[in-house]
């Protein structure tokens, strides 16, 4: 996973509330593998009308908001579904970084697996923000190691936990890191076996259950 | 940390998982149970790409629901990219020799109906799907949560995952809620109560004793709505209600099994004394069969009450909210929701789909007819040869509306299932997002009660006088 450090990209504004997983990506487009790419697909609802045509005011499709890499949004970002799908349309459109006062759960573990930083900023800040972009200004720096997000001449602190910081920062993924614990993991169970019976399927008192 | 005090329900569960912490905190835990299906392609395609194989493949369990289509079963399907879906499931699960209710199992239905109606759902499991309606589970007693695609290839390759201790909230519901009133009009009343981000970072457990008034199946209705007030799990403590539902259950442990289960399930309620970091607390009695209105499951009012009026919003983002609700939904401020009127009902989904459910909306139709079309999908394959021994069935067409074979269908018309645009939808599902059920499509919430209360006179109707002089 490509690591995140700073960056320093045009931000486009989305001044709504509970943008939930369901706008980021529509359900109909979640047969995809993912090779196929997912971000022309993201907040397709909102960004092109009955006719496939974009819609020329929504903020993604303004030309000099083109090639955005930051997020500017409102409340419970990605709330809903537990779609990575909605991961991988950001991602794939081209934004790195979500910046709003409170994300979905599922979504921001989902959006740190992908290397997408949800950053949380005081609704405050966020309307701010929202008023310096919708002013006409675009470029922000987001410097993860700091944990501040530079725009204008304006400094705000933003939050993350501080595991997934780190994760972001070192482009981790679990995966390698669990299996160097296989040997704990494997004594864990096998005593879980003696100790709760009833919550394994493998065992010989095991169900003759349809299936 | 809980250390030697009092304990939750919850750290009880959590702290029998933990199999290490590291220094950060993060907490490797065991995985009890994973469900997946269809859409759960991306994670077997991450295992593919690595080489990897399925762990513990006993602790894997697939269902077909979200792709199935509900006509027509034993024919080949149509759709080419719903066929391919439902194999691709069929393909993934015999490739790595999981155990797997497809398409064509006499228990097919809805991954969290399935799970619970078979007693592969017990308490003091952790069980995690790849679906954010996970929470159903807690109802059991289990902590179970909503993953993503990376997450269910974690969990996949090593039976286990990574998590951060979530904080602890209890939910009381106190006192008794008044007749006609279900587990959906609770769910949603604490959703309009603590918004639908009022229980992120939290692991709720529901308690009081409108809480423990509640059937299992009442209880699966809750807990499943935890996600939409941002909760990634719900919890109901195990009581002799539990037992009772879980005994003779196919997976559930047999005869002395369940005994010796039983006594370590009865110790899972909280200790007296056990804190919480937050606590809410409704009165049952003030509870009102509630519907949604605008976008957002928190969007929710008693169906007695009018709409809001933007203008008298005091914060400018609540009134934009409000704003783009209404438009959307088609709907002005100050109307009385009793007014709205209602293209179709959808009596089905992982949130009311049960048995009980059924029987609720059928005592509302019993001798009366809809006036707007409706699909009425049961949860699983085994509760609608129930409700057809029960007669429900012959209730439901008698009334007009399509009784139809188990799946997600049209609450999120993955299977060609959709409400039209600009059509409204009386349903008693879990979300009345933009588009969900089809594009452009209008969705309000309610109970089965409600939703075939709104079938027979056509418009948002509250219920009660319809049950009167009936069960």
New interface residues.
């Given amino acids: 996973m490509e690591p995140f450090r700073s960056l320093t990209a045009k931000a486009c504004p989305l001044?709504?509330?509970?943008v939930?997983t369901?706008?980021l990506i529509?359900?109909?487009f979640?047969?995809r593998?993912?090779s196929a790419g997912y971000g022309d697909f993201l907040l397709y609802?909102l960004r092109f009308d009955?006719a496939a045509v974009p819609r020329p005011d929504f903020p993604l499709n303004r030309p000099e908001r083109a090639g955005s890499a930051v997020l500017v949004t409102?409340?419970?970002f990605g709330?809903?579904?537990?779609?990575?799908?909605a991961?991988y349309a950001l991602l794939d459109h081209g934004i790195r970084c979500v910046l709003a006062p409170?994300?979905?759960?599922?979504f921001s573990?989902?959006a740190v697996?992908?290397g997408l930083l949800p950053a949380r900023m005081e609704?405050d800040a966020v309307?701010a923000l929202l008023a310096w972009l919708d002013a006409g200004n675009a470029e922000v720096t987001v410097d993860l190691e700091s944990r501040v997000l530079a725009a204008g001449g304006t400094r705000w602190d933003f939050a993350i936990?501080?595991?997934w910081r780190?994760k972001l920062l070192n482009g981790w993924?679990?995966?390698d890191?669990?299996?160097s614990?296989r040997t704990?993991?494997d004594a864990?169970?096998e005593a879980?076996h003696a100790r709760?019976?009833?919550?394994?399927?493998?065992g010989p008192?095991?169900?003759a259950?349809?299936? | 940390m809980a250390g030697n005090g009092p304990r939750t329900l919850f750290d009880k569960v959590w702290e029998a998982h933990v199999i290490l912490t590291r220094e950060d905190g993060q907490a490797l835990l065991q995985i009890d149970r994973h469900f997946f299906h269809e859409g759960s392609h991306h994670a077997f395609n991450q295992l593919r790409a690595r080489g990897a194989r399925v762990a513990r493949p006993s602790q894997n369990i697939g269902v077909a629901d979200h792709y199935v289509p509900t006509r027509g079963r034993g024919n080949a399907i149509a759709d080419d990219t719903i066929r391919r879906m439902v194999q691709q499931l069929s393909d993934n699960a015999a490739d790595h020799g999981l155990r797997l209710f497809g398409l064509d199992s006499p228990a097919q239905g809805i991954v969290h109906v399935v799970g619970p109606e078979q007693g592969l759902t017990l308490p003091g499991l952790t069980v995690v799907c790849g679906d954010s309606h996970t929470s159903t589970h807690g109802a059991l007693g289990a902590l179970a949560f909503g993953i993503g695609a990376s997450e269910v290839a974690h969990v996949l390759t090593t039976q286990t995952l990574w998590q951060r201790r979530p904080k602890r909230m209890r939910i009381a519901v106190e006192g008794s809620t008044g007749p006609g009133i279900a587990a959906k009009d609770i769910a949603l009343s604490i959703i309009a109560r603590i918004g639908t981000d009022g229980a992120q970072g939290h692991a709720v457990e529901y308690a009081g004793s409108a809480i423990r008034a509640l059937s299992v199946e009442g209880r699966l209705t809750l807990c499943n709505l935890s996600i939409e007030s941002g909760a990634r799990s719900g919890m109901v403590a195990p009581d002799a209600t539990t037992l009772d539902f879980l005994r003779g259950r196919p997976f559930a442990p047999r005869e002395d099994a369940f005994d010796r289960a039983a006594e370590a399930w009865l110790a899972l309620p909280g200790d007296p004394g056990a804190e919480f970091d937050r606590e809410v607390v409704l009165d049952g009695a003030e509870i009102a069969p509630i519907v949604t209105w605008g976008v957002s499951p928190e969007d929710a009012l008693p169906v007695t009450a009018t709409l809001p009026d933007p203008d008298r919003a005091a914060d400018p983002a609540r009134a934009a909210q409000i704003r783009e609700g209404l438009d959307y939904m088609g709907l002005h401020a100050g109307q009385r929701i009793a007014d709205i009127v209602v293209d179709r009902v959808f009596i089905g989904s992982c949130t009311n789909s049960r048995i009980e459910d059924l029987r609720a909306a059928a005592a509302v139709l019993s001798g009366r007819r809809a006036r707007i079309p409706g699909l009425v999908s049961p949860g699983s394959t085994l509760v609608k040869r129930q409700a057809e021994e029960e007669g429900l069935d012959r209730i439901f067409t008698a009334a007009g509306l399509e009784w139809v074979e188990s799946g997600c269908s049209m609450c999120v018309g993955m299977n060609g299932d959709l409400v039209g645009a600009g059509e409204r939808c009386a349903s008693t599902t879990n979300r009345n997002f933009k588009g969900r059920q089809g594009k452009g499509a209008r969705t309000h919430l309610m109970s089965p009660a409600m939703a075939a209360a709104a079938a027979v006179t056509g418009h948002l109707t509250d219920v009660r006088p319809l049950l009167e002089g009936r069960a």
Avoid: C, K, Y
């Fill in positions: 001044p709504m509330s509970n939930d369901d706008q529509p359900a109909r979640m047969s593998p993912r609802d009955a409102r409340r419970n709330s809903g579904s537990s779609r990575e799908a991961a409170s994300f979905g759960d599922i573990s989902n697996n992908n609704e309307e936990d501080p595991v780190t993924t679990d995966l890191l669990t299996l614990h704990a993991i864990f169970m879980d709760r019976p009833w919550a394994w399927l493998d008192a095991g169900p259950a349809l299936g």
